[in-house]
């Protein structure tokens, strides 16, 4: 008896040292020269800074949502004008139908090896399934073997295809959004701007998750604080594809590349913005949702404190990631509801982390994800 009490003891204080290290190691990780992080926050990036996780890596099945029965899936290829084809996906409702269209470009940094239709392929199933739509992830081409303009050529090309198409996949082509996240998000508002240039298919919204407005030289206080890469989006980084995408200047100037510094926003479809407090690109995501209030265009911008670049990802494990989430698909339902009304200027609300219950257990949650980490990591 005494040595199963004893046992007992030595278990219980290696469980409280244990404890304790995880609760010091996510003290630890919270603390940044820019401010303290929320446990949730802090735990995700220190698991993708130290590579624990990967853009790559599947969650666990526990977290993740199958794709429906009713929805299915199917990789294409998409012709584009230079008589090449680019990659693509489409989910989409199996029932009659006709049912919405949303066109999703990724992120990625207009950079090979950093962004395709499979690092998003959540986002994308996840759209199709609670917005019952069909959504086609469009896999543009990127830098450096491809320089503007052919990425936004490709997803304007994605955007006729997907009109000309529709009926395949018991689409409407009368009703057709677009989407993205970072470059897909500058993607997807350059392909609105070209799709008024040029008399192409009328676009009923657009989604523009923590996007890239702008490739000029201008002051952007975001840009220098969260500048290191730790939220997930570097300088140096936007240097590279900077030089890689845009490498002649000139390119900068297009409303095409930035469409924050662009004469005219006029006659464009009705925006939802999200941005994320800790994100290099927090101002000119939040500069370009005054500029089209200011050019008339209906504008949601939801800002989100505590959380990264990219957050919208994370959905599965981060509670504000699933409110983002939430909002893009109820702000696409409402684009599509023909009987919806869209109140013209700009709805700006703030978004914190959860309080009471959901916040209890969000933290509670951060300290189980800590532990889990500091475990895999003991076992290497």
């Known amino acids: 008896m005494k040595i199963f009490k004893r046992i007992l003891s030595l278990l ?19 603390s940044t020269d820019e401010g303290r992080l929320p446990p949730k926050t802090a735990v995700i990036l220190h698991a993708v800074n ?14 993740t949502q199958p794709r429906p029965a009713t ?25 009659k139908g006709p049912h919405p269209m949303i066109l999703y470009y990724h992120g990625g940094a207009f950079l090979e090896g950093y962004g395709n239709i499979e690092t998003h392929d959540n986002i994308i199933r996840a759209l199709a399934a609670r917005t019952q739509s069909v959504v086609i992830g469009v896999e ?42 970072s470059a897909g998000g500058n993607l997807a508002t350059a392909v609105t701007l070209m799709s008024r240039d040029f008399g192409g298919p009328t676009i009923a919204g657009q989604a523009l998750l923590y996007p890239l407005t702008t490739f000029q030289d201008i002051p952007l206080q975001s840009r220098i604080i969260y500048d290191s890469g730790y939220y997930l989006l570097s300088r140096s ?26 004469e005219n926003l006029n006659a464009l479809p009705t925006a939802l ?44 494990v981060m509670n504000l990631g699933a409110h983002g989430l939430r ?54």
Do not use: C
């Not at 130290?50 to 977290?63: A, E, G, Q, R, Y």
């Not at 994605?158 to 009109?163: E, K």
């Not at 500029?291 to 911008?301: D, F």
């Not at 609300?349 to 500091?374: D, H, N, Q």
């Open 50 to 63: 130290n590579n624990i996780i990967t853009s790559d890596m599947k969650p666990p099945n526990f977290l």
């Open 237 to 262: 980084v936007m240097y590279r594809a900077r030089d890689l995408y845009t490498p002649m200047e000139e390119m900068w100037l297009s409303p095409y590349t930035s469409p924050l510094n662009a």
């Open 327 to 380: 909002e893009t698909v109820s702000f696409l339902n409402h684009v599509f509801d023909e009987e919806a009304e869209t109140p013209v200027g700009l709805k700006q609300s703030i978004v914190r982390s959860p309080r009471g219950k959901e916040g209890i257990r969000e933290y509670l949650e951060a300290y189980a994800m800590a532990a889990f980490l500091i475990y895999t990591d003991f076992r290497k």
């Open 12 to 30: 219980a204080a290696i469980l409280l040292i244990f404890i304790s290290y995880v609760i010091i190691a996510v003290h630890y990780w919270s």
């Open 140 to 181: 543009y081409r990127v830098a450096p073997q491809y320089v503007f303009p052919t990425a936004v050529e490709d997803s304007y090309d994605a955007l006729l295809w997907a009109y000309e198409n529709a009926s395949k996949y018991n689409g409407d082509h009368n009703k057709i959004a677009v989407a993205g996240d």
């Open 273 to 316: 913005i999200i941005t994320a407090e800790y994100d290099p690109l927090r101002d000119e995501g939040q500069q370009y949702a005054k500029r089209l209030a200011e050019s008339g265009v209906p504008v949601t911008h939801l800002h989100y404190e505590g959380v990264m670049h990219g957050f919208v990802s994370f959905y599965e």
């Open 71 to 95: 929805i299915a899936r199917e990789d294409i290829m998409i012709p584009v004008t230079d008589g090449s084809d680019v990659r693509g996906r489409v989910y989409y409702p199996k029932n």
